[in-house]
């Protein structure tokens, strides 16, 4: 049986849908997550001392020690993923960025190598450091398609974020308890509009990390949270629970370009059954259409005119939440993921025996 390794980390959760995708495809899977590899020597020893030598200004930002030491997190992990792929020997190799391995490790991965870029990258040092020395680069932006066409690299192409259709799905029945929901890490610009959901409804639910320090100064936040993770079934029974959910990219409000790629939260959204309220995107699929199977804004006012409104119209959310759910049904799958993968991982292998 042919045999994929998929090299990441745990979180965020997309490991375990393209592991099913691959296993419906009847291909094995093994997997690398770099949060497992993290030696105790660097986790408590190296980032104690480069953060106090940072705090108290004798390394300047963006310099660490021990950077050359094996120990150190990028090196052991390096180290680690050869050894894990000799002693595994796999067909072909995954690498989904995020994180990126050095020269020398790719260079002893004598399989097919592709990558996929799901991170919002789009600096051309950063793109040519993460495509370089692989045989295929998929990308979930098709901004950062065109930087790399433009630096050289023809070898990339276009491949979206995935739902797992079977974890994130409609229930039907479920009371809507929750006005708007939010899972995100905080940012100073989310955190406006948290704010400003919360001057509309005190019905709000938020999760993630680092909302807590800067809520304790502000008592409707601070009850807002209701937890830092939120996964699996746990939060597909959010969304089921709210009329609502809020999907924002974490960057400042000043910026004036709309976001290139979409990532996986606003396809779960949709899978659940319930409203997708979200700042624009660049890359919008046509069939996306605002006000009748999801929600956009471009600002704060926009925001919460477009919640109040639907906070107002009981039939309209259910009318955009159904839709929502209607286009995203059976698109979109990791199914339909894997195959994109496998059959680049077999061209690439048959030009390689030719």
Sequence with gaps: MTRVLIVYQSKPAIVPGLEKGF??????????LANEHHHWVDKYVFHAINKWAHNLRILKKGKFLFSRHPLTHWNYLNTELVKF????????VFFI???????????????????????????????????????????????????????????????????DHH?????????????????GKHSVHREKFILAAL?????????????????????????????IECYGEKLNKLYN????????????????????????????????????????????????INNQNLILFNNIDEFKKSLSTLLEDKQKIENVAAAGREFIEGRFSY??????????????????SS
């Design 97 to 163: 960025h995020g994180i990126h391995y050095s020269e020398s490790t790719l260079s002893q991965i004598n399989t097919p190598k592709v990558a996929w870029l799901v991170d919002p990258v789009q600096d051309p040092k950063r793109l040519t450091l993460f495509a370089t020395n692989l045989d295929w680069y998929f990308c979930y932006s098709k901004i950062a398609i065109r930087v790399l066409n433009e630096l050289g690299f023809t070898s990339t192409s276009y491949l979206p974020h995935a739902v």
């Design 241 to 288: 629970s709210s009329k609502v959910v809020l999907s924002i990219i974490a960057k400042p409000e000043n910026v004036l370009e709309t976001q290139s790629g979409i990532n996986m939260r606003p396809y779960e959204i949709l899978a659940s059954g319930s409203i997708l309220c979200s700042d624009n995107y660049d890359e919008l699929h046509p069939e996306l």
């Design 335 to 352: 199914d339909e993921m894997a195959k994109t993968i496998l059959a680049k991982f077999k061209e690439i292998q048959g030009g390689i």
């Design 85 to 92: 792929y000799k002693e595994n020997n796999p067909d072909f």
């Design 23 to 32: 296993e419906n495809a009847g291909v094995e899977t093994i997997t690398f």
């Design 167 to 183: 974890e994130f799905r409609y229930i039907p029945g479920t009371k809507k308890s929750i006005d708007i929901s939010f899972v």
């Design 199 to 227: 001057e509309v409804t005190n019905k709000v639910s938020l999760y993630g990390s680092r909302w807590v320090a800067p809520a304790l100064s502000k008592p409707s936040l601070l009850n807002a949270i209701k937890g």
